[in-house]
């Protein structure tokens, strides 16, 4: 069952830094987010501060979707970012290894239309939307609330 | 006095397979390109705007065979006549890489050959001492869909990374701003046909970090701006007439030319400190195809007095010539790899350098 979990409005890139750093610090192995949003919305910025937040030696995150997907070493365990842009199906997302990858590690997908089915249930979800204001980002979470109110508990945000 | 080697190399770690023939002495400067063959997959991947990833490791591994028989027969020898296998082993599309470390190693195993594992990224930034000789140290500045960054080339196997985007490379942001324009994939020759007929300065689009004293650079801020301008227009106008698709392609390249050659001229502050004998600026990856840019760059190093070096097209794009010539120039330091050789998705070739990609902390790069 995927609830609205909060909806909020981010006016610098900096908080936006700083709430994928607040949910990054909840995540653990087998938790996925699926981050949508239009080109520019944000999506990468969020996973880049992400991944640097749980990383005792932050590296270079960059855009993946050249590479479709890189992976991290964290704290946590495992992180992959993947950009599925580019993908034409559901098919390729196997090859990819994704499928093991939504339990082994913690999974941040751009573009996760093209999982179809194989988008994981408990996964939460992120909508980015650039607004009028430059820099200003909305960010829509939902989810399973049985899983993500707790988790997601006492964010804040400026 | 080391003798001439035949190489045999082999790169597909990203939309092109490509083989090629190379010939010359360890370590010694210009090689000969005996033969030079790249299949593309442009049209493969023009209908999924960009590289699909998945397909071209299918059509890496289909082609890659066909490209070493072609590159062999087109330098008038066959798998007797080479002396060393050399392959790209990483950075890139893993599928791609992959397909053509298996290829090497099973020429390697059947023919007992020495294989060599060769950066991708070394292959481009070793491109100008195989076709112009040029000599260590220089500067190279390597841009293309899928990296940007300013490398001061020591030796064969010595880069130091004086920066480098730290967010979207060129070419992918090239890309992304003919998808938000409508314009045909891959982005870089349809950006720069649209930019021909524009006006640069009809639209004020923003040079990121020109503010600050380094050479990092940030190319996803651009892209959005793109997307705002577009998004007025259409507010504004109910769409978007040729005219305005023109103008924004020209002040998107200009932009990006504008920040590529004031951090070129940073880099080669940093580049002079060393007091090589005959400076040398030189560039290499797909976006130096784009006239614009590539003239930007050189009136730069013009005015600093610099030369300016761009090997020919066909081997400032993905080759596998640059792998060949690559080997050649580092067999002579370092031993070759045998079949444990893997391939890399991620393989910094300065990996002391903090990592650029992001806030600038310290860190290994990606």
């Known amino acids: ?158 | 006095m080391t003798l001439p080697q035949t190489i045999l190399a082999i790169e597909s770690s990203c939309d092109d397979t490509a083989a090629a023939v190379v010939r010359g002495v360890p370590g010694a400067p210009k090689a000969q390109v005996s033969s030079s063959i790249v299949f593309g997959q442009t049209e493969l991947h023009a209908a999924f705007g960009g590289v699909v990833p998945e397909i071209a490791a299918r059509a890496h591994a289909e082609k890659v065979d066909l490209a070493v028989a072609q590159a062999l027969d087109a330098a008038q020898t066959d798998l007797d006549g080479i002396d060393a296998i050399a392959v790209t082993s990483g950075p890139g599309l893993i599928g791609g890489v992959i397909s053509g470390v298996m290829c090497a190693k099973g020429l390697a195993a059947a023919t007992g050959k020495p294989i060599f594992g060769v950066n991708h990224l070394a292959g481009h930034a070793l491109t100008p001492r195989l076709t112009d000789g040029v000599a260590y140290p220089y500067l190279m500045l390597l841009v293309s869909g899928g990296h940007c960054q300013f490398l001061l080339v020591e030796g064969p196997t010595r880069f130091r990374r004086l920066g480098g985007t730290i967010d979207d490379a060129p070419g992918e942001a090239f890309d992304k701003v003919a998808r938000l324009l409508g314009l045909p994939q891959p982005g870089g020759p349809s950006v720069e046909n649209a930019a021909a007929s524009g006006d640069p300065r009809r639209f004020a689009l923003p040079r990121p970090l020109l503010d600050r004293p380094d050479c990092n650079m940030s190319f996803s801020g651009l892209k959005t701006a793109v997307l705002r301008a577009r998004d007025t227009l259409i507010a504004d106008q109910g769409g978007l007439y040729r005219q305005d698709i023109a103008d924004l392609s020209a002040g998107f390249q200009d932009a990006v030319a504008d920040v590529l050659a004031k951090k070129s001229a940073r880099a080669c502050e940093e580049y002079l400190s060393l007091a090589p004998d005959t400076p040398v600026l030189c560039v290499a990856g797909g976006v130096a195809a784009n006239q614009s840019i590539r003239a930007r760059l050189e009136d730069q190093s013009a005015s600093l007095g610099i030369a300016f070096v761009a090997p020919p097209l066909a081997l400032c794009t993905d080759n596998a010539a640059m792998i060949g010539g690559a080997a050649l120039e580092q067999m002579s330091m370092r031993p070759a790899d045998g079949l444990t050789l893997a391939a890399r998705p991620r393989w910094p070739l300065d990996d002391t350098a903090p990592a650029m990609l992001g806030s600038g902390r310290k860190g290994a790069k990606a």
């Open chain 1, 1 to 158: 069952m995927c609830s609205d979990l909060f909806d909020i409005v981010l006016s610098t890139p900096d908080a936006t830094a700083n709430l994928a750093q607040q949910i990054g610090s909840r995540l653990h192995v087998g938790d996925t987010l699926l981050l949508t949003g239009d080109i520019g919305a944000g999506k990468t910025h969020f996973a880049r501060a992400l991944i640097q937040s749980l990383q005792d030696h932050p590296e270079d995150v960059p855009s993946p979707t050249f590479t479709l997907v890189q992976t991290y070493d964290t704290r946590k365990g495992e992180v992959w970012h993947a950009d599925l842009y580019r993908l034409s199906g559901p098919d390729e997302i196997i090859e990819l290894g994704l499928l093991d990858a939504f339990d082994t590690a913690i999974c941040l997908v751009e573009w996760p239309d093209r999982l179809g089915d194989d988008a994981p249930p408990s996964a939460l979800h992120l909508n980015f939307t650039q607004m009028d204001v430059p820099d200003t980002r909305r960010i829509k979470a939902s989810g399973a609330r049985d899983k993500w109110a707790d988790k997601l508990e006492g964010i804040t945000h400026d």
